[in-house]
């Protein structure tokens, strides 16, 4: 899902996931890449290529694709999760791909308004908010 958001020059910098996605029997993720994951019923499907976010200091290199129930982040460049309510299911990596394991992930329910701001889950409110709080300076 996350390479169909992309364009070709993103398989070609990131060619260890090219082959993690194709050979069913890789294992492990370079820790340069983080996988994670949220729980969607509130807003719209987003689907977002590359992208680089920059809040409070902290930096995300990434891309995300949410399609309800579900949400799914990709992290790149040992970047920092994008928000805390994100579930970190990279080790999802290190299983064979045969193997069966029950996991109770404790997805977060978060909201995807905005389509084209990856990594932003802001409530329909919040959003109304920032936008009057800003409109003096437009």
Same mark, same amino acid.
């Given at each position: 899902?996350?390479?169909?958001?992309?364009?070709? !020059?993103?398989?070609?910098?990131?060619?260890?996931?090219?082959? %993690? #996605?194709?050979?069913?029997?890789?294992?492990?993720? &370079? +820790?340069?890449?983080?996988?994670?994951?949220?729980?969607?019923?509130?807003?719209?499907?987003?689907?977002?290529?590359?992208?680089?976010?920059?809040?409070?200091?902290?930096?995300? !290199?990434?891309?995300?694709?949410?399609?309800?129930?579900?949400? %799914? #982040?990709?992290?790149?460049?040992?970047?920092?999760? &994008? +928000?805390?309510?994100?579930?970190?299911?990279?080790?999802?990596?290190?299983?064979?791909?045969?193997?069966?394991?029950?996991?109770?992930?404790?997805?977060?329910?978060?909201?995807?308004?905005?389509?084209?701001?990856?990594?932003?889950?802001?409530?329909?409110?919040?959003?109304?908010?920032?936008?009057?709080?800003?409109?003096?300076?437009?």
């Amino acid at each position: 899902m996350i390479f169909s958001t992309n364009i070709t !020059v993103f398989r070609k910098s990131n060619p260890y996931l090219e082959q %993690f #996605v194709m050979n069913k029997n890789l294992t492990n993720l &370079p +820790d340069e890449y983080s996988v994670y994951m949220y729980y969607n019923i509130e807003g719209n499907p987003r689907y977002h290529g590359y992208a680089v976010l920059s809040n409070e200091g902290k930096t995300s !290199v990434l891309s995300e694709v949410t399609y309800p129930p579900y949400g %799914f #982040v990709l992290t790149m460049q040992n970047s920092e999760c &994008p +928000d805390k309510r994100l579930t970190d299911i990279s080790y999802f990596a290190n299983f064979q791909y045969d193997t069966e394991w029950e996991v109770d992930l404790h997805l977060n329910p978060l909201p995807t308004w905005l389509h084209y701001s990856p990594g932003d889950y802001r409530t329909k409110e919040d959003i109304r908010r920032a936008i009057s709080l800003n409109k003096g300076d437009l």
